[in-house]
């Protein structure tokens, strides 16, 4: 079975362009988490999705990021006109459902961007 | 924020038991701890939670202090591969505490 995938591993970007990370799910979970960890960081929560949904954005920057997990296709994550503050490695989590007790989530090896 | 403390880092000698501790004081009825490990450069993965009792499985032990207010994570016999930032997490039951909120974590350094 394939894991979470995530692509690309790795990006590099000048200010002011998009970056798109994109995150397959492991096949048939149905839920989602991005993260964010710069670097010699922990891991910061920004966004958790559902089919089509997003459930939970509080820890998503307010302007230029975004994220959506549609019907059909993988999850994407998209940072609008970058900023050297951006470069960190994103990490997509998936998981079959949101139980505290059983919701174990399964991370990818994460995409990381690199501001110039 | 984090709701647990763990120590920054810790050293082990392979194929010792490693011990690492995290606090959860502020732990509810119905709150779970989770423990999840990052090797360099790669994504987290799970190690093993658990609610009140002790947990065993084929990576690790979890003991739960009988006050819930603490846990340890045993590794029984340290490997160079168990080198890695280990994570003690405080999950929640509703809303945004379901979310897993990673801490600092304690890294691990072992010796051959």
């Known amino acids: 079975n394939a894991g979470v995938m995530q692509n690309p591993r790795h990006l590099v970007r000048r200010r002011g362009q998009e970056a798109r990370l994109r995150c397959s799910p492991v096949k048939g979970h149905s839920h989602v988490y991005w993260y964010r960890q710069l670097p010699e960081e922990g891991l910061k929560f920004m966004v958790y999705l559902q089919k089509e949904n997003i459930i939970d954005e509080s820890g998503m920057p307010k302007e230029r990021f975004s994220a959506e997990f549609p019907k059909e296709g993988p999850s994407i994550l998209r940072i609008q006109q970058v900023v050297r503050g951006d470069s960190a490695a994103y990490f997509c989590a998936s998981s079959p459902r949101r139980d505290r007790n059983t919701g174990e989530l399964f991370f990818g090896e994460g995409s990381r961007l690199t501001v110039l | 924020d984090a709701k647990t403390t763990q120590p920054n880092s810790m050293e082990s000698n392979e194929e010792e038991p490693v011990h690492l501790p995290c606090n959860h004081s502020?732990?509810?009825?119905?709150?779970?701890i989770h423990w999840y490990r990052q090797l360099p450069s790669q994504g987290p993965e799970y190690v093993i939670h658990?609610?009140?009792s002790n947990v065993n499985n084929r990576m690790a032990s979890l003991a739960i202090a009988e006050d819930r207010k603490s846990s340890t994570l045993i590794l029984h016999r340290a490997t160079l591969r168990d080198a890695a930032v280990y994570y003690c997490?405080?999950?929640?039951?509703?809303?945004?505490?379901?979310?897993?909120?990673f801490g600092k974590g304690t890294k691990l350094s072992v010796k051959p």
């Open positions: 502020t732990i509810s009825g119905t709150d779970y």
């Open positions: 997490i405080q999950r929640g039951t509703f809303g945004s505490q379901g979310n897993l909120i």
């Open positions: 658990g609610l009140t």
